[in-house]
């Protein structure tokens, strides 16, 4: 029998009550916020419980929210229970001044690149992580380029002309 | 002279007598640029430690500055060897957020398409599985072959590798009959030639010896770093994005799920054939099912979406509102949700997965691509660590490491 | 008993077969000499005989195995051997995005090659940076190093790749011996920072 997105919600919030905020069900799809300190809590309780047995981790990213003052950034989570065939969305949110979250890397191997790109793309520290360097970008720039106050074009070129590409 | 690419040699690697070697970006041509340090005992792997990112073309970012429309070209460059599949994947997504419903003729076309660079992409990764024991035969065979699959495309959409295939809801012209016919033409020659090419590989024992008990991944560690697709496959976990949840009409079709037992080299050859084989017999129901539409039904090649689909040009010239949708959709005026939508479809490499925040503005908020290859590109430390340098180099072309994705 | 003639009793010459053959330069024939120029022999010598280094990161790499491929040969036009060490090599085919990461590595392959060697930037993202233009991609592999010949497109057909390879041999046919010593080669360099 397939798992149902009420089913998750109760055994969630029987567990960890009322600091599980922001529920959400979209295109079919639960999705939920926990404070930052109880990440692991939630996905260790995530991985081992019988009923839920969300083993395997689909997706791990980042998103910036300049608008959420005290808040700006947001780890996602997409987690996937392969046998009943169930997907739950999990996020975290974590201020601009100390972006620490801790690691999944202990618990999904999985994690330990997507949290790499992650800290590349928007300065995230992942506390605990074995070897939080950048992944996709030169290893000496010194900005995280996906924050929303960043331009696309690299603004040194002078082979292009701004008026002349409609940006 | 190399100052600019920093090589650290590895911790105690003077005092153990073991020898570094870089295995730089600049492969021999077909693999693709990443790099990979690795220290040796001899011919053993003791470590090594992979670098990507050598093609990281800041996709999520551009994303953020393009309509919904013209993000297509760039999923296209994602995994350039079957990109249909990517095509396909970003135009369901953004059906799913528009709430846009296909009819069953596109469902259907658009399955011929996807099985097809399906196809087209495990014919790369085999036949360069075989370039790298040795066997050069197999690879120029085949690629006489993708030119069948290519013609198809260009039939269809007009170009033969980043194909910017379909638009959202459908497609952008009905196919036409020498596409049929040239499908007609691929079903026929095609299958003697993919039994020639197993028969060249399948039992011989240069390539068995070679490929069988290297680089093996037990399923566990598999579903540990999230492995999907094949890699996942050849392991013994039979998670298909097709199947586990059906788009595009998959559910109306009758194909098995091929699975290995070890995870090694062998097996992921073997179950990448096998799927040719299972996308060669979905493909013969697909066109089955799309000639038994009759008459009108038989040129449908779009969803009736006047928001998010540009009307016909003759339309736009003589009809108000027609003109009217093709201004909103051009200038980005329609409305579309706000909201959260992840998407995912088996692509060539496993489940390719497109998470997509929307404001309700022309452009995403932000897009995020779930990569297979740069997930399960992790484990190969933990694959090679210990076995020759020779069986690393067969593992990293079994394994369909395509840069394009990795760096996204 | 000599065995009857069964074949190529009918055909006269080579032009029958509908093969192109290398025009032969212009010079001095005699009973069983022939005098010409050195660079026109040498121009013909190595237009035929490149030994192209794929230097392929992206899409236009597969484009680049379909050109070497048996329906588009590239084979037929000498550049048969393909190799990967910059060493032996006299063509450097860079096809794909170079990100900004990879500009050294590139700069390093083209130092390493010996003179003369010539650079061939195929596809819009090698010629200038393509549909990227974003902080990671650098702008043309002309920022690094100096290229000959661009082919345009995204990617290329195969029957334009052939024409680019073409291209650089009428470069290589009608080179001049002296060029790679002259001060305008130096200064090119020089712009480039390669002593």
């Not at chain 2, 790298?132 to 006489?144: I, R």
């Not at chain 2, 897009?367 to 020779?390: N, T």
Request: charged share 25%.
């Amino acid at each position: 029998m397939p798992l149902a997105n009420d089913v998750v919600k109760a055994k969630l919030l029987d567990q960890f009550g009322e600091v599980l905020t922001e529920w959400d069900e979209q295109y079919g799809m639960l999705s939920f916020t926990a404070p930052r300190e109880l990440n692991l809590k939630v996905l260790n309780f995530l991985y081992d419980s019988n009923e839920l047995s969300f083993k395997f981790l689909t997706d791990l990213t980042g998103v910036h929210y300049p608008d959420r003052k005290g808040e700006e950034f947001c780890v996602v989570y997409h987690l996937h229970n392969l046998v009943e065939n169930a997907r739950v969305r999990f996020k975290v949110y974590a201020p601009v001044e100390t972006p620490d979250i801790y690691t999944a890397s202990g618990l999904f191997s999985g994690a330990n690149w997507m949290e790499r790109e992650t800290y590349d793309f928007y300065g995230i520290n992942f506390v605990g992580h074995p070897n939080l360097k950048r992944v996709l970008n030169v290893d000496e720039m010194d900005y995280f380029p996906m924050r929303k106050e960043f331009p696309l074009e690299d603004q040194t070129r002078v082979d292009k002309d701004d008026e002349m590409f409609g940006r | 002279m190399s100052d600019h690419i920093n090589i650290k040699l590895p911790e105690g690697s003077i005092e153990k007598q073991t020898t570094t070697l870089n295995l730089g970006p600049t492969h021999p041509a077909t693999h693709g640029v990443f790099q990979n340090i690795l220290e040796l005992d001899g011919e053993r792997i003791i470590k090594t430690e992979s670098t990507v990112g050598y093609i990281h073309r800041a996709f999520e970012k551009i994303a953020e500055r393009r309509p919904l429309y013209q993000i297509t070209t760039l999923t296209d460059r994602l995994n350039y060897c079957s990109s249909p599949i990517n095509n396909m994947g970003w135009h369901l997504t953004c059906e799913k957020l528009l709430g846009v419903k296909t009819p069953k003729r596109v469902d259907y076309l658009r399955v011929i398409i996807m099985e097809l660079a399906r196809i087209s992409d495990h014919l790369i990764c085999n036949s360069i599985v075989g370039v790298d024991t040795g066997a050069y035969t197999g690879f120029l065979y085949v690629m006489q072959y993708r030119e069948l699959i290519y013609e198809i495309y260009e039939e269809v959409c007009g170009s033969r590798l980043t194909t910017n295939m379909g638009r959202i809801g459908g497609f952008e012209r009905n196919f036409s009959d020498t596409a049929f016919l040239k499908l007609e033409k691929f079903l026929a020659e095609y299958p003697k030639v993919q039994q020639e090419l197993e028969d060249l590989f399948a039992r011989n024992r240069i390539f068995v010896e070679r490929t069988k008990g290297t680089g093996a991944i037990s399923a566990e560690r598999a579903l540990n770093y999230s492995f999907t697709g094949p890699n996942l496959r050849a392991a013994g976990v039979d998670y298909d994005v097709r199947v586990h949840s059906p788009y595009s009409s998959y559910e109306d079709f009758d194909f098995i799920i091929p699975v290995g037992t070890s995870g090694d080299n062998y097996d992921r050859f073997m179950v990448r054939n096998s799927e040719i084989w299972e996308s060669l017999s979905i493909i013969r129901q697909a066109y089955q099912k799309v000639q038994n539409f009759k008459g009108a039904e038989a040129d449908v090649y779009h969803a009736d979406a006047p928001e998010y689909y540009l009307p016909e040009k003759g339309d736009v010239y003589t009809k108000m509102e027609a003109l009217i949708w093709h201004f909103k959709i051009v200038m980005g005026e329609t409305e579309s949700p706000s909201g959260e939508v992840y998407m995912s479809v088996e692509g060539g490499n496993g489940e390719l997965g497109f998470y997509l925040i929307s404001d309700g503005g022309r452009t995403p908020y932000r897009l995020h691509f779930r990569r297979p290859c740069f997930i399960y590109y992790q484990a190969y430390e933990e694959i090679v660590r210990g076995s020759m340098l020779s069986d690393a180099i067969i593992t990293l072309s079994s394994m369909n490491l395509i840069a394009g994705e990795m760096d996204a | 008993m000599a065995r009857p003639v069964r074949f190529n009793i009918l055909q006269k010459s080579t032009q029958d077969w509908g093969i192109n053959q290398v025009d032969m330069p212009e010079g001095h024939t005699g009973e069983g000499f022939f005098a010409t120029s050195l660079d026109k022999v040498v121009g013909l010598a190595r237009k035929n005989s490149m030994w192209p280094l794929p230097f392929a990161t992206s899409c236009c790499g597969i484009e680049f195995m379909a050109t070497m491929g048996s329906h588009y040969d590239l084979a037929r036009f000498g550049a048969e051997r393909v190799g990967f060490s910059p060493r032996q090599c006299d063509l450097l085919m860079v096809m794909g995005t170079i990100a900004k990461k990879m500009g050294p590595v590139v700069k390093q392959v083209y130092l390493q090659m010996a003179e003369p060697r010539w650079v061939m930037a195929v596809g819009a993202c090698a010629s200038s940076g393509g549909i990227f233009d974003t902080y990671s991609v650098l702008q043309g592999i002309d920022q690094v190093v100096p290229v000959d010949v661009y082919v345009p497109g995204c990617p290329p057909r195969p029957e334009a790749i052939l024409d680019g390879f073409m291209k650089i041999q009428d470069l290589v046919h009608n080179e001049s011996l002296r060029r790679r010593n002259g001060p305008k080669y130096k200064a090119l360099l020089e712009s480039y920072g390669i002593q």
